[in-house]
């Protein structure tokens, strides 16, 4: 089955358990009505335990899922006038990242976000969302146009890395990343960026120099990949299981770590279930930011900004520490 997921399979056998059931019913005289409600009260016994007590791995799967919502997905649902934009104005214009202003809520805003695809043409078009440098040079190019009309930034972030092929280094893929990381960090309008799949490495933190950094309850955010990990610490790509419970990158973790601001909730399930429900849950969440961001001036959230990456990875230690009495 297209999508199916490792630890969903006894879920899926028994939903199709039920629907064998219902489907007899119609057909034969005996009553199974009694078997099939209990079967029902079991899986949904079953669902509340297996997406109560989901694993790190458990969400490395949903947020790879092939049928998660992507970018255009959310910008379709959320915002209204999109008007896409295309080209770095240097080179070419690159799909696996997508941009252009919209209206939310009638507030005029920017809109930029990584964009990968839902079938094997659509990903090759869109090179499995890995973006070139002319793709992070186009959503500079767009970043200070918002700022020149003073247009609100939303980064939407889903991809498992900058693309690392010969041709992009070539033009300058980790110049444009930096540049990306150098210029969103003085940027004078609100900068607001969602993590709705995969945030891979540099590829996604070159879309992630926020205000406010938020993150779907099932989404993952690091430096490297559970399999890219495992194959560095212990020559064995096969162990990305573990690599992912000790990477910490799971939305709880990186909460309790300050590097996010807010947990999307997610449908049960995942965001596929329903990508309208969802869309509204980070609806509630955008506005609330925007909210706060556009009380500040430029120099406030150039400030703010500043003051949140400082913050991360701070801790305090003890003069016994130091071997100082």
């Keep these: 089955m297209v999508g199916e997921l490792e630890f969903e399979k006894p879920l899926i056998e028994l939903r199709k358990k039920i629907s064998e059931l219902k489907e007899f019913t119609k057909t034969a005289e005996v009553d199974l009505s009694p078997e099939i409600e209990k079967l029902e009260a079991r899986l949904e016994?079953?669902?509340?335990?297996?997406?109560?007590?989901?694993?790190?791995?458990?969400?490395?799967?949903?947020?790879?899922?092939?049928?998660?919502?992507t970018t255009l997905d959310y910008i379709q649902r959320l915002f209204t006038n999109f008007l896409e934009c295309h080209g770095d104005r240097l080179f070419g214009d690159?799909?696996?990242?997508?941009?252009?202003?919209?209206?939310?809520?009638?507030?005029?805003?920017?809109?930029?976000?990584?964009?990968?695809?839902?079938?094997?043409?659509?990903?090759i078009?869109?090179?499995?969302?890995?973006?070139?440098?002319?793709?992070?040079?186009?959503?500079?190019?767009?970043?200070?146009?918002?700022?020149?009309?003073?247009?609100?930034?939303?980064?939407?972030?889903?991809t498992k890395g900058a693309y690392p092929g010969k041709a992009a280094e070539e033009r300058g893929q980790s110049e444009a990343i930096a540049r990306n990381l150098f210029e969103m960090a003085g940027l004078t309008v609100p900068i607001v960026c969602i993590v709705i799949g995969e945030g891979g490495s540099g590829g996604a933190l070159a879309l992630g120099v926020g205000n406010h950094i938020h993150m779907l309850e099932n989404s993952t955010y690091s430096v490297i990949s559970p399999e890219g990990a495992a194959a560095i610490l212990w020559k064995d790509a096969s162990l990305a299981r573990r690599a992912a419970e000790t990477m910490k990158i799971t939305a709880p973790d990186l909460k309790a770590f300050g590097v996010i601001d807010e947990i999307i909730p997610e449908v049960r399930g995942g965001a596929h279930r329903n990508v309208d429900e969802q869309a509204k849950a980070?609806?509630?969440?955008?506005?609330?930011?925007?909210?706060?961001?556009?009380?500040?001036?430029?120099?406030?959230?150039?400030?703010?900004?500043?003051?949140?990456f400082k913050q991360i990875g701070r801790f305090t230690f003890s003069r016994n520490d130091l071997g100082v009495k």
């Design 45 to 69: 016994k079953l669902e509340n335990e297996t997406y109560a007590n989901l694993t790190p791995w458990d969400r490395v799967q949903i947020a790879r899922h092939p049928n998660r919502p």
């Design 94 to 123: 690159d799909e696996a990242i997508v941009g252009g202003i919209a209206k939310y809520h009638g507030l005029p805003v920017t809109v930029i976000g990584h964009q990968r695809g839902k079938d094997t043409k659509e990903n």
């Design 125 to 158: 078009r869109r090179n499995f969302g890995m973006p070139h440098p002319e793709g992070y040079r186009k959503a500079l190019r767009l970043m200070k146009q918002a700022e020149k009309f003073n247009r609100p930034i939303i980064c939407f972030i889903d």
């Design 282 to 308: 980070i609806d509630n969440v955008l506005k609330q930011s925007l909210k706060q961001l556009l009380q500040l001036d430029g120099s406030a959230l150039v400030e703010q900004r500043y003051q949140k």
